[in-house]
């Protein structure tokens, strides 16, 4: 299989992003649903194909974090100015995301070098945010009455978004005192 199909299916979910937004906005809610599905099955579909034909690429391991986020990102916000989330849940998974790109790029800048290991935290964080985007979504676009669901997956999407950033700033912060201890020596 060419490298360049799992990349195309990234590239595509990125264009589902603001097609999500416009339909949402636009108060197609269902469609929006279904793109918003239909992106995370897209997030399944290319790292299987990249993994089980071997057709990983640099490319593709950049672009594909930077969809799931811009998803996320753009669904949170979006909702949060419709009114379907809290705002301060809202602005928390903002200011983590601002909090984790930030000290990314001063830790490069710093250092000169970067690594991005995903912690299980965020990898926590991030299932859990998609699944309180899904629930949201569900109940606006199909219906769904998702009970005290909802409700728990608010609170667990705070409490993983505090933690995960916290983490990121206390991983990245040893990392960089780490290295301040090796040069002195």
Partial sequence: MPIWIPNAITIARLVAVPIFVLLLLAGNKEAAVWVFFAAGLSDALDGFLAKRFDAASQ??????????????????????????VPL?????????????????????????????????????????QIGLAAVVLARLGLDWVAGPLEAVLIYATAATTLVSGAAYVWVWGRRYVNIEQEKGQ
């Fill in 59 to 84: 490319l593709g391991a950049y672009l594909d974090p930077v969809a799931d986020k811009a998803l996320l990102f753009a669904a949170f916000v979006t909702l949060g100015w419709l009114g379907e």
């Fill in 88 to 128: 301060w849940l809202v602005a928390a998974v903002v200011l983590r995301d601002i909090v984790i790109v930030g000290g990314a790029l001063l830790y490069l800048k710093i250092t000169q070098a970067l690594t991005m290991e995903p912690l299980a935290v965020s990898k926590l964080n991030t299932a859990v």
